[in-house]
């Protein structure tokens, strides 16, 4: 196994849990309640493609971009190169009106250039995000650049959002969709309070789980590799915090003799 | 970055002095536990700073939360509320029933006296819908009299407007679309909620920015209240349960110590 090309993921203790870093070409989910530093890691793993001379795309589904990027910057993260796509559906119309695909409108633009303010729904059309919408997007943005590394935020929007019925096949057909592209992808998983298996996890080829729950009232961190494919992983649950310019860092975790 | 206070000082302390502003929260707890209270804090605070606000009320009479909220010495006068409860549901054949969007004005709480009483040929109802087009209308017009915009919202609650609001259509989009209008109203917005089920994940908590929630306990026939943040993008936070009281004055956290359930 050693004589694969392993790619980083930005954070030195989950690259020693994963026996040196993620398998290339493969998409990975990351799961975790609310609040568990999800989207952080992403950014990490992205920032570390951007360090390698790689294009990277993070594709916001959940939450506007303009937040997005003021959250990074409070969390002291140099996200200014990473590529951005805004996926977020504008408020519905329910009278009958125009309804534009994300397709035909949405651009990808490096994160420094994200405006300050949130994007307004036009007066008389909405632009709504559907997996196909979506899947067309990048189809037409993979041909013209060549991705390194990609994270989408989070695959429970895409889920929730994105379609109606079928999830299970469009999602399958998703991945499969972001397998073919050879690009390495991370998708972020919501997940309840207590953990809930979802048919997701299934399909991806690797699964890093970020944990959050209370002891004595307070908030505790751990994250660990439950599932990694075609490699070995540490098998241990690790504390983990999120810092001010370093995001997520992962403790005790020691290098495999 | 100017913080937004929660007219909670022991609050704000938890969230480094505030919320940041223009995005949406959820206020969780399970009933009793001071949701309603804590978003009339919020309001009032508002008030206090002659800003715009405005509540939704789905769940309680108006005329109740005005009434309740004197015991705290709370004088809602200035906060505009949108009566959004709906009427009682009339059975007979051929009834008509109206949307609560297309008669229902908007008041500020001075103007709140009785119940609101369900008329007897016309039955009102609320759907997410309706509660959205009047919050976009009466922002429009407070913002043509004004050039004023709100700056703080409270929703109480979605799981109201969940459960009555939001028949034969899909749930989830419908509240990811009321949460996008919320936030590009580019009001502070506290939306109620019940608490959310361990093994389930609530839209309206996967999509708020940050989730506040208030614990309540029965220990030896005594009750235990406390607060937590659950989370806060952007900022980093008090992480352990507190306690709290509520007090003449309202709610007030007990920093210093540690909720033990």
């Given amino acids: 196994m050693k004589n694969i090309n392993k790619i980083q993921t930005g954070i030195s203790g989950l690259d020693k849990m994963l026996d040196g870093g993620l398998i290339p070409e493969r998409p990975y989910i990351i799961s975790g309640p609310p609040g568990a530093g999800k989207t952080t890691l992403g950014m990490q793993f992205l920032m570390e493609g951007i360090r390698k001379g790689e294009r990277v795309l993070f594709i916001a589904l959940q939450e506007p971009v303009n937040e997005i990027k003021f959250n990074m910057d409070s969390l002291k993260l140099n996200v200014a190169n990473i590529e951005i796509l805004d996926a977020n559906s504008d408020v519905r119309r329910y009278e009958p009106t125009p309804v534009m695909e ?12 994200v405006q300050e303010y949130i994007r307004k729904t036009p007066r008389f059309k909405s632009t709504v995000v559907s997996v196909h919408s979506l899947q067309t997007t990048l189809k037409t943005e993979f041909r013209n650049t060549r991705y390194g590394r990609i994270v989408i935020d989070s695959l429970t929007a895409l889920k929730y959002f994105c379609m109606s019925g079928e999830e299970d096949i469009l999602l399958q057909s998703f991945l499969r969709f972001l397998s073919e592209s050879k690009m390495t992808s991370l998708l972020t998983v919501e997940t309840p309070e207590n953990y809930v298996l979802s048919p997701e996890m299934f399909l991806a080829r690797g699964e890093i789980r970020l944990h959050k729950f209370r002891e004595n009232s307070r908030i505790m961190r751990m994250i660990s590799v439950e599932k990694f494919r075609g490699s070995e992983h540490d098998e241990r649950a690790y504390p983990m915090e999120i810092k001010k310019g370093e995001g997520v860092v992962v403790h005790g975790v020691e290098e495999k003799g | 970055m100017n913080r937004v206070s929660t007219g909670i000082k022991g609050l704000d ?115 997410i819908h309706s509660v959205q087009k009047m919050l976009r209308q009466d922002a429009e017009d407070l913002y043509e009299a004004t050039g004023e ?39 502070t917005c506290l939306i109620v909620s019940q608490t959310p089920e361990p093994d389930h994940l609530d839209t309206e908590v996967l999509l708020a920015r940050g989730e506040i929630r208030l614990h309540k306990t029965k220990n030896r026939g005594m009750i235990n209240r406390g607060v937590s943040i659950e989370k806060l993008r952007g900022s980093d936070f008090d992480e352990t349960i507190r306690p709290i009281k509520i007090t003449s004055k309202g709610i007030k956290v007990q920093n210093g110590e540690t909720f033990n359930g």
């Fill in chain 1, 102 to 113: 994300i397709s035909s409108k949405s651009r990808v633009q490096k994160i420094k250039n």
């Fill in chain 2, 13 to 127: 302390d938890m969230i480094r002095g505030g919320l940041i502003p223009k995005r949406p929260y959820a206020i969780t707890g399970p009933p009793g536990s001071g949701k309603t209270t804590l978003g009339i804090h919020f309001l009032m605070e508002g008030i206090r700073n002659e800003e715009n606000v405005v509540m939704v009320a789905l769940d309680e009479p108006p005329n109740e939360i005005k009434f309740n909220a004197q015991a705290f010495g709370f004088d809602l006068g200035d906060i505009k509320i949108l009566d959004a409860v709906p009427d009682i549901k009339g059975y007979r054949r051929g009834s008509l029933i109206k949307d609560v969007g297309t008669i229902l004005d908007f008041h500020t709480m001075r103007d709140v006296r009785d119940i609101r009483m369900s008329r007897s040929l016309r039955i009102m109802d609320v759907s």
């Fill in chain 2, 149 to 187: 915009k709100y700056s703080r919202v409270v929703v109480d609650s979605m799981t109201a407007l969940k459960m009555f609001g939001m028949k034969g259509e899909d749930q989830r989009i419908l509240i990811q679309s009321f949460m996008r209008f919320i936030a590009e109203m580019e009001a």
